[in-house]
């Protein structure tokens, strides 16, 4: 048996793509790209330890949050090939961290159809929907 290498190992041992609706995962975002696996797409693993859940829609409050809190998401990378999240970009946030923004009156919208099921571990389908920017 051939070894696996360790973005196929990743892909075989990630979760189900469902979003916190019960159906299938949609894109989150290829510009920027995001997802932890970097497909733009907020799947997760057990490697996943961030849990990299919910599909926000950033706004200049949340990233200012972020960046009070130590996660300075709006700041250039171009070493990593990150340009920095400006408000109305799409990205794969930590479900725990975005019940932390929700706690402080600082969370962002969110894309239900692209957040993955696993954000229901750290965040309640009522907060998440209160915050959906998808739903009728």
């Keep these: 048996m051939r ?8 892909r075989f041992q990630q979760r189900p793509s469902k ?7 949609t894109s989150c975002s290829m510009k920027p790209l995001t997802g932890f696996f970097r497909d733009g797409c907020c799947n997760t693993s057990a490697q996943d330890v961030g849990s990299h859940t919910v599909c926000i829609l950033a706004t200049a409050e949340f990233l200012a949050f972020s960046k009070a809190r130590g996660n300075d ?15 109305g970009d799409r990205w794969c946030l930590c479900a725990p ?29 009522a907060d998440l929907k209160r915050h959906a920017v998808d739903l009728n």
């Design 3 to 10: 070894d696996m290498g360790d973005e196929e190992a990743r």
């Design 19 to 25: 979003n916190v609706l019960g159906g299938k995962l």
């Design 97 to 125: 961290r975005w019940a932390e923004a929700l706690a402080a009156k600082a969370a962002p919208k969110v894309v239900l159809a692209a957040t993955h099921e696993g954000a229901l571990q750290y965040c309640e389908l």
């Design 73 to 87: 998401l709006s700041t250039p990378h171009p070493e990593f090939g990150f340009d920095g999240l400006k408000p």
